[in-house]
């Protein structure tokens, strides 16, 4: 599942018909990272310099200069080089870009500090990324420095750093139908891979095997890898919230939180489901399940245009609390406990993250000095769990070692919002069903 290639200069455009007169963006590639001695981590493009030209490779430079005449998109990319391509892989190289990438102009990588500094002269403000590689940060300063020492000679040097995060990531937070539709593609490959989960978990099996059998799926129906690491975390495991060693032997009795989704094209998708390793739900087990799928449901029907970020937040929180009350693992009174934050010895994060290409994905959440409001096309997670760590001596000991997430993507739509992740069960009755 590949996005039209038109959408790469249509985003482009988009985002220069909202950069000032006279200014020129600066977008750099992802840099190569060593795993180890001579092994580097597999390159995985960055999203902002893939959300405007598609490339992949690394190496690569992107400048968008709104109302040059010689033309607005010039990529800066890896020569050709057949005996290096035999090594390291296939490249584009400067003299097809311009047909691939539908940019105006491309030039070798090994010419950026001989033709950056000329393509700032005479442009008065910079929008860039500061502050994200420290090198990349010397690299803009050295151009800019470049430019500066020709003043004398009547050229003008820009004056003006800005960040582009915000023009940039305002545009990215809200998806376009084709976005979308590769992020539906993305939850339903997820999914099918929660099912699988479920259906194949067997006490006595490791955590990594289950998690083997995810990517398993999410390869075999498209997806590259993981869009992050997979939590597969057993019993006790639930409790660890970044849980990803994945090497516990799984135990009858546990419930099992899995918290795995796949990238597709460049997007995530972001699950988890908690279900018990022998197909049934303990009654400890399903009360506290219960509690936390009651309170998605009532996050869930916050997600709407007009209402707030916090929403959602704040109903699962009050779904939580008084159930906890019920329950006996929180004592007091219901608003006192949530003035007091006292939830989060069971609740310590919040409900949900905007998604995207990044699985944490860009976009503020605030906005003149409040949670911003919901607007068709934003994608979120919505996220509710709870965690009674096992020493919790606070508690009953029969709650103890219980963690539980159950988490779902979501899009905004005129009418509320539309679940993309409906395609793996919740409910205790469908899950035991499913199992079974
Ligand atoms: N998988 C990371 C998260 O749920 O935020
Ligand atoms: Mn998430
Ligand atoms: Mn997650």
């Excluded at 892989?89 to 097809?96: F, K, M, T, V």
């Excluded at 376009?176 to 006490?203: C, F, G, L, N």
């Amino acid at each position: 599942m590949q996005l039209d290639r038109n959408e790469y200069p249509r985003r482009r455009q988009q985002l220069m018909a909202n950069m000032t007169a006279n200014s020129v963006a600066i977008i750099p590639s992802a840099p190569v990272t060593v795993r180890n001695r001579d092994v580097e981590h597999p390159y995985r493009q960055d999203s902002d310099f893939y959300y405007l030209t598609g490339f992949a490779e690394p190496h690569a430079l992107l400048l968008l200069i709104p109302g040059r005449a010689e033309g607005e998109c010039i990529v800066f990319c890896q020569d050709k080089n057949k005996e290096q391509e035999i090594w390291t892989g296939r490249r584009l190289g400067p003299e097809a870009a311009p047909a691939v990438l539908a940019c105006d102009e491309a030039f070798s990588i090994n010419d950026v500090d001989e033709l950056v500094p000329t393509l700032l002269a005479g442009r008065e403000r910079i929008y860039t990324h500061m502050g994200l590689h420290a090198d990349f940060d010397r690299q803009v300063m050295h151009w800019l420095n470049a430019v500066k020492a020709q003043v004398r000679l009547g050229v003008q040097a820009p004056y003006e750093l800005h960040a582009l995060d915000h023009l940039l990531h305002e545009q990215r937070l809200l998806k376009s139908p084709a976005e979308i539709a590769v992020m539906q593609r993305a939850a339903d490959i997820s999914a099918e891979a929660h099912t699988r989960a479920m259906q194949t978990v067997k006490p006595g099996m490791h955590e990594y095997q289950l998690e083997a059998e995810m990517t398993r799926i999410f390869m075999s129906a498209g997806s590259r890898w993981p869009a992050y690491p997979s939590i597969v975390g057993a019993g006790e495991n639930a409790c660890i919230l970044h849980y990803t060693e994945n090497n516990a032997v799984i135990q009858d009795g546990d419930l099992i939180l899995i918290d795995a989704g796949c990238e597709l094209d460049y997007y995530a998708a972001d699950i988890t489901r908690t279900f018990p390793a022998n197909g049934r739900f303990s009654e400890p087990q399903k009360a506290l399940y219960q509690l936390v799928l009651d309170a998605q449901y009532a996050a869930l029907e916050q997600v709407k245009p007009g209402n707030r970020w916090q929403q959602p937040h704040d109903a699962a929180v009050r779904v939580l609390v008084r159930g906890l009350l019920q329950l006996g693992l929180l004592q007091g009174e219901e608003d006192a406990l949530i003035e007091q934050q006292a939830y989060r010895q069971f609740y310590m994060h919040k409900t949900g993250h905007w998604l995207g290409m990044d699985v944490h994905d860009v976009g503020d959440y605030r906005q003149d000095g409040e949670w911003r409001r919901f607007e068709a096309g934003m994608v979120l997670t919505v996220e509710p769990g709870l965690y009674v760590a096992p020493d919790d001596d606070s508690v009953d000991p029969q709650w103890r070692g219980i963690g539980i997430r159950i988490e779902d993507d979501v899009v905004v739509t005129e009418q509320g919002h539309h679940v993309l992740t409906h395609g793996v069960v919740k409910t205790i009755a469908e899950i035991e069903a499913l199992m079974r």
